[in-house]
């Protein structure tokens, strides 16, 4: 092998790693989010299940405290049955991952198409995520939603 080849190999071999590194699959909580995205707007109930520890804990607003995944199925399942989902996002995102535990924050919009009819409802706010690995695979241990605060008033 040449000294040019050899140079232009290993230019290859540096860069086809360092955009195998920037374009890396989301990990830890940010991998849940993005399944829990996908599986939402597909309004796939058991997709959406397979992201929650056994013994999650879920806060929705509005919603009392649903403690464990039976819980939780059960409020995505009254969710679900009243709407389609038509669109999730997420924004102004933040991850830390250490070790076994993630946690995420940031706001989300999630588009519902009433199954009775109606216009589409749109609900936003703000979230926080903790997911731990389990099994070598990333689930919610706890998954809270909150609205926005309606904006200050003038004095």
Do not use: C
């Not at 290993?10 to 849940?32: D, E, H, I, N, Y």
């Not at 929650?52 to 409020?75: C, F, H, N, Q, T």
């Not at 535990?101 to 940031?106: A, E, I, M």
Request: hydrophobic letters at 45%; a neutral charge.
């Amino acid at each position: 092998m040449t000294r040019f080849s050899l140079t232009l190999t290993l230019a290859l071999l540096l860069s086809s790693l360092s955009l195998a590194t920037a374009t890396a699959a989301p990990a830890g909580a940010q991998a849940v989010d993005e399944a829990w995205r996908k599986a939402i707007t597909a309004n796939d109930l058991n997709a959406v299940m397979a992201l929650y520890a056994e013994d999650a804990v879920m806060w929705l607003p509005d919603a009392p405290e649903a403690e464990g995944r039976e819980a939780i199925r059960k409020s995505f399942a009254g969710l679900l049955a009243a709407n389609t989902v038509t669109g999730t996002t997420f924004a102004n995102t933040h991850y830390q991952t250490a070790g076994n535990l993630s946690v995420g924050w940031g706001d989300f919009t999630l588009t519902l198409s009433p199954k009775a009819g109606g216009s589409p409802v749109t609900l936003s706010g703000r979230f926080s995520v903790i997911a731990r690995k389990e099994g070598g695979k990333w689930v919610y241990a706890v998954d809270h939603a909150s609205t926005h605060p309606a904006p200050a008033t003038p004095r």
